[in-house]
């Protein structure tokens, strides 16, 4: 029986090797149609639909165009809420998948209008784990983490933390609450990877966004 045209039967090098060039073909597309696209991961919960909203307000002020790519294992909760910040936005479920990979957000991207959008979100499945593994094509990696997951975060998943371009540490106003700290996962990050950005943010009044798309190049 011939091939399947999207097949991936191959080792773990070869596939490795293969979303490296669907990331890239990602890259491409997206560079053709002059979009940035940003690729938001964190723990479940962490605030990276609240914060990708209260990015695209600010964003849209500026006369910004935004839309986003709303990755969850089911449901169209968070493609709800991009919509209805008046968001272009697609939902993209992964079923039995706790990440997005390259392939199914190249599907999305054929669906998207995007010569009606300058910059893209694209909201990955709430994992500190395998997101790692899966380059989409994105011109930076920002990640989530919110001082509810405790202050040990950082530590216990080196790998997605080393490799990101800006560390987003949200939910601060519930900091004392929850007693952490949160300039030491700061440190944690500092250490692991010392050319990536840091800012503090508290999604639900805003606070940290501005600083945040700072660190994007915004
Ligand atoms: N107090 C407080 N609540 C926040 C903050 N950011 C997000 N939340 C709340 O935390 C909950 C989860 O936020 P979401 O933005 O849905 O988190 P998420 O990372 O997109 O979650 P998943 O997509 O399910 O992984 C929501 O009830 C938010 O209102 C914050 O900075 N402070
Ligand atoms: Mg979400
Ligand atoms: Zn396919
Ligand atoms: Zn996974």
Redesign the pocket.
Known sequence: MPPRMHDIHLDAKDLFKRQLELAEHNYQRLKGRGVRAFNVMGAIGSG??LLIVQMAQVLKARGVRVGAIAGDVAGDD?YRRFREAGLVAANLNTGDQCHLDAHGVGHVLEELPLNEIDVLFI?NV?NLVCPADFPLGTDADVVVVSVTEGDDMVRKHPKIFAQTDVLAINKVDLAAFVGVDPHKLAEDYRKLNPHGKVVFTAARSGRGVDELLAHLGF
Do not use: R, V
């Open positions: 990276k639909t968070d909201e709430g």
